[in-house]
């Protein structure tokens, strides 16, 4: 597990062992999954709405960031 960011008080993860699509995980008051290249959200538990359009709209400004780290350890 790598956390790639934070911001917002949202942790933004990326499991080493994990499957595709590229996605991150983010964990604050709840949790989601978003996937990197589409921005959709994979899954969503206990996180608010709110949390989760901040989450996208992070995931969308640091995209580069999370699609290189994804590649460093999936390929």
């Known amino acids: 597990m790598v956390t790639v960011l934070r911001q917002h008080g949202l942790r933004f993860v990326i499991y080493t062992a994990d499957h595709e699509p590229p996605h991150v995980h983010v964990y604050g008051d709840g949790e989601a999954r978003i996937d990197i290249v589409t921005l959709k ?35």
């Open 41 to 75: 959200v994979l899954a969503q538990g206990g996180m608010s709405d709110r949390d989760v359009r901040r989450a996208v709209a992070v995931t969308e400004a640091n995209r580069q960031l999370f699609q290189e780290t994804w590649r460093k350890y999936h390929g």
